[in-house]
């Protein structure tokens, strides 16, 4: 999941990488506990105590290792992760985001899972997102948690203003506007970050890259005018002004303050969002889909996380590393996860009726099921924080959709080296 603009990873990473590995070499034959590490990317308020508690129960079921827990910061996760890998000390299990899999497996990084013990359940997972997580046909990550995004909305507002969740980007203009109109609160604040610009792309029926033509796509006619849409929104005031430094946060704090009665978000936001003041009552929070575009279709990507590990770990680490992804997986680990944080579940026996007796999780579980993945390439990370510098760009308005999506795709055929023999449209 994406919670902001990309940052470039700290020159810091050095001096974590230096002590990433909580594994020793000794532990095991001092008699002790193998000691492994842990560095879960997830939301250090809202998600991380989760997990921990889960590492307790963990170690008590398993006395002979211990788990070394370190959140890093998500958006400096991938960078570091390479960093300590090209050092030979990552740490043995990653919380990696679906779309760094592919990338950290080709650089072998991670380590294959199949028939090891952290994949002796995987057929009961959700079988897209086990394919997502395989280069080469070898499985190189297991499913901890999975997203998209939809349409989040204050209820109460809307009933105030006397409309419903709209079903297309045009319709959403209009209400917006009666929102703004009749109860003074604006519309919807739009994150100004790429990966959020996806529900607009794929409403018009386009798509970052085209695999099958090895074609790099972003900056066709669906591609402009899905970005046009955006621009334009924002410009005639249907969309707030965003911040271009920190846009996720002051979204999020405007939808919390009920400042602004729509964004478009995924389920990792929802336990924050009833924290503000507007969602006091839980009830008052709505989920829908994302409008559709102009192609009369809706569309919103597959997100998550997978937990992997690491391959220049010895036997014994390894061994016990999977263990634990293997514990983190499972349906009793994945059905505590989503009812105190609200994520969503990777396999389906974790669906239980304890989690889908949620309404905002049931919502986002039929969202889901209309979702689409990212494309199957390697370094879709460094795709997505070169889009997004261009995409900032062009909604500052210092310059064109057409420039921009056009730098965006030179950007990307020539520093993206899974792209380097894509055509650009």
């Known amino acids: 999941m994406r919670r902001g603009i990309a940052a470039t990873a700290l020159v810091a990473s050095l001096a974590l990488a230096a002590t990433a590995c909580g594994g020793d070499s000794g532990d095991k034959a001092s008699g002790g506990p193998v000691t492994i590490t842990w560095w879960d990317t997830s939301d250090a308020t809202n998600e991380a105590p989760t997990y921990k508690k889960l590492i307790e129960k963990f170690e008590a079921a398993n006395k002979d290792i211990k788990v070394k827990y370190q959140n890093v910061p998500f958006a400096e996760a991938e960078q570091k992760y390479k960093t300590a890998a090209q050092a030979g000390n990552a740490p043995e299990v990653l919380r990696a985001d679906v779309g760094w899999t592919a990338g950290?497996?080709?650089?072998?990084?991670?380590?294959?899972?199949?028939?090891?013990?952290?994949?002796?359940?995987?057929?009961?997972?959700?079988?897209?997102?086990?394919?997502?997580?395989?280069?080469?046909?070898?499985?190189?990550?297991?499913?901890?948690?999975?997203?998209?995004?939809?349409?989040?909305?204050?209820?109460?507002?809307?009933?105030?203003?006397?409309?419903?969740?709209?079903?297309?980007?045009?319709?959403?203009?209009?209400?917006?506007?009666?929102?703004?109109?009749?109860?003074?609160?604006?519309?919807?604040?739009?994150?100004?970050d790429s990966y959020f610009a996806l529900p607009f792309l794929y409403g018009e029926g386009g798509m970052m890259v085209d695999t099958d033509n090895k074609k790099i796509t972003v900056n066709d006619a669906a591609g402009q005018k899905a970005v046009q849409t955006v621009v334009d929104m924002i410009k005639s005031g249907v969309a707030v002004k965003p911040d271009y430094t920190d846009g996720y946060n002051n979204m999020q704090a405007a939808f919390k303050d009920g400042k602004v009665a729509m964004v478009v978000n995924g389920p990792w936001s929802t336990a924050d969002d009833l924290t503000g003041k507007a969602f006091k009552n839980k009830d008052n929070l709505g989920v829908a889909p994302v409008p559709g575009g102009s192609a009369g279709k809706a569309g919103t990507p597959t997100g998550g996380h997978n937990l992997a590990v690491y391959n220049?770990?010895?036997?014994?680490?390894?061994?016990?590393?999977?263990?634990?992804?293997?514990?983190?997986?499972?349906?009793?680990?994945?059905?505590?996860?989503?009812?105190?944080?609200?994520?969503?579940?990777?396999?389906?026996?974790?669906?239980?009726?304890?989690?889908?007796?949620?309404?905002?999780?049931?919502?986002?579980?039929?969202?889901?099921?209309?979702?689409?993945?990212?494309?199957?390439?390697?370094?879709?990370?460094?795709?997505?924080?070169?889009?997004?510098?261009?995409?900032?760009?062009?909604?500052?308005?210092?310059?064109?959709?057409?420039?921009?999506?056009?730098?965006?795709?030179?950007?990307?055929?020539?520093?993206?080296?899974s792209l380097k023999e894509y055509s650009v449209e």
């Open 104 to 192: 950290l497996a080709e650089l072998q990084y991670l380590a294959p899972l199949d028939g090891t013990p952290a994949a002796k359940e995987i057929g009961s997972f959700n079988q897209g997102l086990v394919e997502g997580a395989k280069v080469n046909g070898k499985l190189y990550g297991v499913p901890q948690v999975t997203d998209a995004l939809a349409l989040l909305y204050n209820k109460e507002v809307f009933a105030k203003a006397g409309v419903q969740p709209p079903k297309t980007w045009a319709e959403l203009s209009t209400a917006a506007k009666t929102i703004k109109d009749k109860t003074g609160v604006d519309g919807i604040y739009l994150n100004p």
């Open 312 to 417: 220049g770990a010895d036997a014994a680490h390894k061994e016990a590393a999977q263990k634990f992804v293997a514990f983190m997986t499972s349906a009793e680990s994945q059905e505590f996860a989503a009812t105190e944080t609200g994520v969503l579940p990777t396999r389906d026996d974790a669906y239980t009726v304890k989690v889908v007796a949620d309404p905002i999780r049931a919502a986002f579980k039929n969202v889901l099921a209309d979702s689409t993945a990212r494309p199957a390439v390697s370094g879709v990370s460094d795709m997505f924080a070169e889009w997004t510098k261009q995409y900032v760009e062009i909604l500052k308005g210092n310059t064109t959709v057409e420039k921009g999506l056009d730098t965006t795709a030179e950007k990307w055929k020539t520093n993206v080296n």
